[in-house]
């Protein structure tokens, strides 16, 4: 059983930051590409960014240069910096772990948790 618990979330003023955190726990071997993904009301659910287990990172178009996404792999934690905030970053965010329970097999499973509100206000 795997658990991932998000943290960080709320409201801000347009131009402020947030920082959200994703803390993975429970029966884990490893971990490869830990994400953030969000989602508006009525609108499907987009990448914001991700970072693999050696720091390489990816980044929507729509918030390079304002949002930075780290990791800690001793806590098997990843974290969301995000600055320069817009009404239109406003969504529910969610991270993803892609991740191996067992080192008895390659397969990797992907495991989400329960999202986070983040809401901007002009």
């Known amino acids: 059983q795997v658990q991932l618990v998000e943290s960080g979330g709320g409201l801000v003023q347009a131009g402020g930051s947030l920082r959200l955190s994703c803390a993975a726990s429970?029966?884990?071997?490893?971990?490869?590409?830990m994400g953030w993904y969000r989602q508006a009301p009525g609108k499907q659910r987009d990448l914001v960014g991700a970072?693999?287990?050696?720091?390489?990172?990816n980044y929507a178009d729509s918030v390079k240069g304002r949002f930075t996404i780290s990791r800690d792999n001793a806590r098997n934690t990843v974290y969301l910096q995000m600055d320069s905030l817009k009404p239109e970053d406003t969504a529910a965010y969610y991270c993803?772990?892609?991740?191996?329970?067992?080192?008895?097999?390659?397969?990797?499973?992907?495991?989400w948790g329960q999202g986070t509100q983040v809401t901007v206000t002009s």
């Open positions: 970072i693999t287990r050696d720091g390489s990172t």
């Open positions: 429970g029966i884990i071997f490893s971990i490869n590409t």
């Open positions: 993803k772990a892609e991740l191996r329970s067992s080192p008895l097999t390659g397969r990797l499973d992907d495991y």
